[in-house]
């Protein structure tokens, strides 16, 4: 597949929001300004764009069956696929931690910026969902799962800034009382996930 | 003996996880397309938050502050390994429609919430029970949307065709919208306008 349709393809039509629900409990509790919420789109794209091409290395070398026989070609039958989740979110989980601390001593003023969000981020399901989507559809080489985690970062991004600006606006309208905050906020959500269906016929 | 209950039935309806706290919502719509993966999907949570804070909860004397969020991820995903490992073997095919969503569990941020909010400072037996309440309720709430997805968009329930095909030879036709991803969204928004409702006029 050639890196523009995927990235594309990764941003508006597989968008991890409206097409798969991913991260949604950050960009619901997060969305209620657009300046947070694009900071932490920033944040969530950096992190994707690092750790979805080193997990396709862990799980090329390390966990897909028979990956192994780079060590010894008696390694060839071990299959640690089982291991994956575990693996995968400690990876996750020391990249958003050493992300952070690089931030913080080299780029203050991004670490400012960032800051808050960046813990957040280890137990964000869009960047756990998006290594594991990687690994099903067995991208074929580091390139393509780089460019996955750009658009499906850049893709949050898009989502929860569009959705902080509609609730920004949604203020100053008249809301039935148990709909108000989180219910009006699903219902939009729902609504701009039918617009995006409008992508899926692209072909390029 | 009304600890325990208040334990179990709260989260159901006044402190729902996913209503009213809004977390664990990631993995609570895709699933939600049929009955049968969002019972599964239920039943899964419902294991792993329950049997997370009872181990979280025997060690919260041992674990050192600073490494705690770490500790729980472990925690959670050998848990989590195990139920895969489980659903692969005994229902394949509902493993295969679960697909990315089962590794998702140890992301889902009530289990993690419940971990830190409740586990960390409660007993074994009570953190047990606050898990098993929060994990019914997310499951009920799943079971709903999925109820309503499934029988508006196929017409089934579990599978087994429900509408009876008079209906459909006099015009009725199935939804096609509510089995895709944006319905689960607008369906779930009006439990929570109705929940919210409800509880407002007690």
């Not at chain 1, 794209?45 to 997990?55: H, I, R, S």
């Not at chain 1, 989502?159 to 905050?181: D, H």
Request: aromatic share 10%; net charge positive; hydrophobic share 55%.
């Amino acid at each position: 597949m050639n890196l523009f349709s995927l990235f594309i393809k990764s941003v508006f039509v597989d968008n991890m929001i409206f097409a798969y629900f991913l991260g949604m409990c950050s960009y619901l509790a997060v969305s209620k300004t657009v300046k947070t919420s694009a900071g932490l789109g920033l944040a969530v794209t950096f992190v994707l764009v690092v750790t979805v091409p080193v997990n396709y290395l862990i799980n090329k070398y390390l966990l897909s069956p028979g990956a192994l026989s780079w060590l010894s070609p008696k390694l060839a039958s071990v299959d640690l696929s089982f291991l994956t989740y575990i693996l995968f979110i400690a990876i996750i989980a020391a990249i958003v931690q050493i992300l952070e601390m690089l931030i913080e001593t080299f780029t203050p003023a991004l670490h400012s910026a960032l800051g808050i969000f960046l813990p957040l981020i280890a137990v964000n399901c869009a960047i756990l969902g998006c290594s594991l989507f990687m690994q099903e559809r067995g991208f074929g080489n580091i390139g393509e799962a780089a460019v996955y985690g750009l658009g499906s970062g850049l893709g949050w991004l898009l989502a929860i800034t569009a959705i902080a600006a509609i609730r920004e606006k949604l203020r100053y309208s008249k809301i039935p009382k148990g709909l108000q905050g989180v219910g009006i906020a699903f219902i939009i959500t729902g609504l701009m996930g039918v617009a995006f269906m409008a992508f899926m016929g692209i072909k390029i | 003996m009304s600890n325990w209950k208040k334990l179990v039935i709260e989260p159901l309806r006044k402190t729902n996880p996913v209503t009213v706290l809004v977390l664990g919502i990631c993995s609570c719509l895709a699933v939600t397309a049929q009955l049968k993966p969002a019972l599964v999907m239920g039943a899964s949570v419902t294991v792993v938050t329950a049997l997370s804070n009872l181990i979280i909860s025997l060690l919260r004397k041992g674990i050192p502050n600073r490494i705690r969020i770490i500790v729980q991820l472990v925690v959670v995903a050998t848990l989590v390994i195990m139920i895969d490992q489980f659903l692969k073997a005994f229902a394949y095919d509902v493993s295969k429609q679960l697909s990315v969503y089962v590794g998702l569990i140890i992301t889902n941020c009530i289990i993690m919430g419940r971990l830190e909010a409740f586990a960390l400072q409660n007993g074994p037996w009570e953190s047990f029970l606050d898990g098993l309440g929060n994990g019914l309720g997310y499951s009920l709430i799943l079971v709903i949307v999925a109820f309503f997805r499934e029988l508006l968009g196929s017409g089934t329930l579990l599978g087994y065709q429900v509408i009876p095909q008079s209906f459909y030879e006099a015009g009725y036709q199935n939804n096609g919208l509510m089995i895709l991803p944006p319905m689960a969204l607008i369906v779930i928004g009006i439990v929570i306008w109705i929940n919210n409702s409800k509880t407002e006029t007690k």
